[in-house]
């Protein structure tokens, strides 16, 4: 006899609320097809145009040799923390000094001028505060937002993206902008030359490769997901520089807009439509908004409040409770809860607590638990789709991915639950290693700023002026 939903046990009903979560192996196989196919169209001159995922070639041609030496500065902008950094490189050995400084939302929501400037602020404070005044640093500026590259160090801003929308800065050169900004402070003890623009998995591949020579690929998993590559130079039909040796780009992907033209919509919750409708950007990093850090905490808090709407979750919880309120729930309660390993629940608990759900039971507990995995799985499980689709693509026997992010460094299961999805997805006898890439962002750009320095002495003394 068919099960009328009365009978339905709570259960049951709770499982048809989230089943959107859960995604059979064949699925990850055709997001992957997908993903393919949109990675080629955005290589190829002729589709890139019209092409969600871009494929932006980096200018950068070859990884470090550990024979880089010297002192940088770098600067770090990711989306949820902006840093300046001392970067001091001696062949393998590294040293790292850094200061972290907030980027109000009144900035990441202003102009472009107020931005620079603000960032030339900093930069000006962490010369004063390290005693580097009147000495020449190049810089190293990691810049984590879609930029067309038209060198090492020029790069268009193609559009804003996770918390940012500064006016005045899209198809202008960021580094023209802050050697302006810089210009601005009028100041003559502190002197600044951006020699390379990279974006965050850039400089986490780089700085992981610097001790791995297997590294080929890098993945962000933080504010935002993105990866790039190392591709041979016949497989970019955008190249429009030389193809001497080594004939070969890192591709720097931006595939978190994966899924703008509506081709991932079979995966779609309701939860995914909400949170995009809401989102500074709708329409737009649809496969982002379902994997990174921004995004994960709001679509688990979606989902809790749809199921305590419907009576299955906390019964009597207080309406007024940040659990009801946009942008409350933070990805790192996600990690928080999943990290309980017992009937006690204390950081679920801790995290209620903190968000006024009041009156809880037990219950509810493994609930917002059970949420939260599902959520997690599903995001791991998208990206380890994306990175079997670049590990098939290059088809190397042996393979390091470096990673980078928040998400993948704190949330408790990522680590495990991408290397067994990834071991499913690729392609039979190919090996794969997960790296988390330490201090990929500041280090990275250094590295990317050191080679470029060297590349220039060699130049400089070839042809004397
Ligand atoms: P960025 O992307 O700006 O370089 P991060 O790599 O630190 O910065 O990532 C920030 C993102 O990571 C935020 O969206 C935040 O929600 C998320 N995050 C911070 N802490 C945790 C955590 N413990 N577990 C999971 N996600 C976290
Ligand atoms: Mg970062």
Same mark, same amino acid.
């Given at each position: ?50 092409? *969600? ?77 390290? *005693? ?22 020029? &790069? ?37 030359? =951006? ?12 700085? &992981? ?26 497989? =970019? ?20 807009? #994966? ?15 909400? %949170? ?23 679509? =688990? ?12 979750? #906390? ?29 006690? #629940? ?32 599903? &995001? ?7 990175? $079997? ?46 790296? %988390?890439?330490? *201090? ?9 700023? $050191? ?15």
């Amino acid at each position: 006899m068919p099960t009328t939903p009365e009978k339905l046990s709570k259960y049951e009903k709770i499982e048809a609320f989230v089943r959107g979560f859960k995604l059979s192996s064949l699925t990850y196989k055709r997001v992957m097809h997908l993903l393919n196919e949109e990675m080629n169209n955005g290589l190829r001159a002729n589709s890139n145009h019209l092409a *969600d995922i871009k494929m932006f070639p980096t200018f950068v041609r070859a990884l470090p040799d550990g024979s880089e030496k010297g002192k940088f500065l770098a600067l770090d902008l990711g989306g949820t923390n902006f840093r300046v950094l001392m970067v001091v490189i001696n062949e393998r050995d590294v040293d790292i000094q850094s200061q972290t400084y907030l980027i109000p939302q009144r900035i990441m929501l202003g102009t472009g001028v107020q931005l620079f400037d603000h960032i030339a602020d900093c930069i000006c404070r962490f010369i004063r505060d390290h *005693d580097l005044k009147n000495v020449r640093l190049p810089l190293g500026f990691t810049f984590s937002f879609p930029c067309k590259q038209e060198g090492l160090a020029k &790069a268009r801003l193609s559009k804003w993206t996770k918390g940012f929308r500064c006016e005045g800065v899209v198809n202008e050169d960021i580094c023209y902008l802050l050697h302006e900004a810089m210009k601005r402070k009028n100041t003559t003890s502190v002197e600044v030359e =951006v020699v390379a623009v990279v974006n965050d998995a850039v400089g986490t591949l780089m700085s &992981a490769a610097h001790n791995d020579r297997n590294c080929e690929i890098g993945l962000i998993l933080g504010t935002g997901c993105n990866a790039c590559y190392m591709e041979s130079l016949e497989n =970019v039909g955008l190249w429009e520089g030389d193809y001497e040796h080594p004939a070969q780009v890192l591709i720097n992907t931006e595939w978190g807009a #994966f899924g703008d033209n509506g081709c991932l919509d079979f995966i779609r919750t309701e939860y995914d439509r909400e %949170l995009d409708t809401y989102s500074i950007n709708p329409g737009k990093q649809i496969y982002e908004k379902m994997i990174s850090g921004m995004y994960m905490g709001e679509i =688990v808090r979606l989902a809790l409040e749809r199921l305590s709407m419907e009576g299955l979750l #906390f019964e009597s919880a207080d309406r007024d409770c940040e659990l009801f309120h946009r942008g409350r729930f933070f990805t790192k309660y996600v990690s928080e809860i999943e990290s309980d390993h017992d009937e006690f #629940f204390r950081n679920t608990k801790q995290v209620l607590d903190e968000i006024g759900v009041t009156n809880y039971t037990s219950e509810d507990c493994k609930i917002v638990k059970y949420i939260c995995t599902l959520v997690s799985a599903r &995001a791991a499980f998208l990206s380890s789709a994306g990175l $079997a689709t670049v590990i098939n693509k290059l088809n190397k026997p042996e393979m390091t991915i470096a990673v980078d992010g928040s998400l993948y460094r704190f949330h408790p299961r990522f680590h495990n639950l991408m290397t067994l999805k990834i071991q499913e997805l690729v392609n039979h006898g190919l090996k794969f290693k997960l790296q %988390l890439s330490h *201090d990929g962002s500041g280090k990275g750009a250094a590295l990317v700023a $050191a080679v470029a320095m060297r590349l220039r002495d060699i130049k400089e003394n070839q042809c004397p002026a």
